[in-house]
């Protein structure tokens, strides 16, 4: 199971700070993610990064958003500056694990979310 944190209420302009690890043992992890989803839209990909560390992100965060990870903690972070109002939304972490060595297919694992509300 992922945990994620770091939501909460900001105000617009402010900067924020999500992180999401796994609560257990895991053996590898493969590519990070996040998403989000907007109240009455569709879960969409906010930004990703490789085990390589090459990363991706939406058009709609570029240049106000960096994706990161500690490899030793198998831990994804999202970091955001000048958030907006249309920021506001349930961000999900997302990975790909290999929670045992048994496990050759990396699967597909999805955090709970953690609700960001951008308002002043």
């Known amino acids: 199971q992922l945990q994620a944190c770091g939501g909460g209420l900001v105000q617009p302009g402010d900067s924020l700070t999500l992180s999401c690890a796994p609560s257990?043992?895991?053996?590898?992890?493969?590519?990070m993610a996040w998403y989000r989803q907007a109240p009455g839209k569709q879960r969409e990909l906010v930004a990703r990064?490789?085990?390589?560390?090459?990363?991706t992100y939406a058009d709609f965060v570029k240049g106000r958003a960096i994706i990161s990870r500690d490899t030793a903690k198998n831990t994804v972070y999202l970091q955001m500056s000048n958030v907006k109002p249309e920021d506001t939304a349930v961000y999900y972490c997302?990975?790909?694990?290999?929670?045992?060595?048994?496990?050759?297919?990396?699967?597909?694992?999805w955090g709970k979310g953690t609700l960001v509300t951008v308002s002043s």
């Open positions: 997302n990975m790909l694990l290999r929670v045992a060595i048994v496990v050759v297919i990396p699967q597909e694992h």
């Open positions: 257990g043992y895991i053996y590898s992890a493969d590519s």
């Open positions: 990064i490789t085990s390589g560390g090459v990363t």
